[in-house]
């Protein structure tokens, strides 16, 4: 390795050393001060808040495409993160709506399931790409993301 590469190298160190440590400076807000839209220390984000509640959604990395009637991998994402699977739900379609009203920028653009019902055959979802709601065949394979009620 030559010298100016050898340089290089350590400025790009030096650069992403500093890019590190100004994420290790980032403080989340707690959920007594967070409002809808932000991101929690671990991950998840407040979707609303209201008399010392709040709805929030499960980090991104938990979430998974599946079929309607077989939701249980995002449950076992859930629990590989560390969260408690139980204490976690499929959000109703009204829930998904305001999800995507306030941190759309947290979801994929593409579908998700609701816990809605529209028929015996079809359930309720929302596009995050474009926000229409609609409904689709319980076989189709949308994401799916857990919520939460908290209390605080």
Known sequence: MSYSELKQEISDIETLLTKLKERLKT??????EATPGDVLEDGCIVIQKFDGAALIAAPGLTECRCVWDQIEPVFNNLAKQGFTPSQWFIPSIEQLCLAYKVAKQHFSATNYWSSTE????TA??????????????KTFSYCVRAFRLVTF
């Open 124 to 137: 309720c979802g929302v596009n995050f790409d474009v926000g229409i709601q609609g409904s689709g065949s």
């Open 27 to 32: 403080t989340f807000p707690t959920i007594q």
């Open 118 to 121: 529209a028929s015996s055959t």
